[in-house]
Nanobody, 118 residues
């Protein structure tokens, strides 16, 4: 069982920046895809950014150019650098790690709150 622990959330003014971290209890290199998702009050959870074990990335249209996902497998950590934050970015941000094929698995962290004020 792998545990994911997110940190770095908080309250920031519009236009500000935050860096979220997701530390895994196991090797992040063992997962095919690691991603950040978010869920705002009353809304469904949505994908924010994904990074593969080949370092290819994918972003939601709403965050492209403002957010950057990266991974440091030596530290079993995935980062989400967020800049030019807007109130609509307010949500609980979750880390997800998934592997596919035989023995497929997926894990979620407990989430970290990001609140962007006007």
């Amino acid at each position: 069982q792998v545990q994911l622990v997110e940190s770095g959330g908080g309250l920031v003014q519009a236009g500000g920046s935050l860096i979220l971290s997701c530390i895994a209890s196991g090797s992040t290199a063992s997962f095919h895809i690691i991603g950040w998702y978010r869920q705002a009050p009353g809304k469904q959870r949505e994908m924010v950014a994904l990074i593969s074990n080949l370092d290819s990335t994918n972003y939601a249209v709403s965050v492209k150019g403002r957010f950057t996902i990266s991974r440091d497998d030596a530290k079993n950590t995935v980062f989400l650098r967020m800049s030019s934050l807007q109130p609509e970015d307010t949500a609980v941000y979750y880390c997800n790690a998934a592997s596919y094929g035989f023995g497929a698995s997926t894990y979620w962290g407990q989430g970290t709150q990001v609140t962007v004020s006007t």
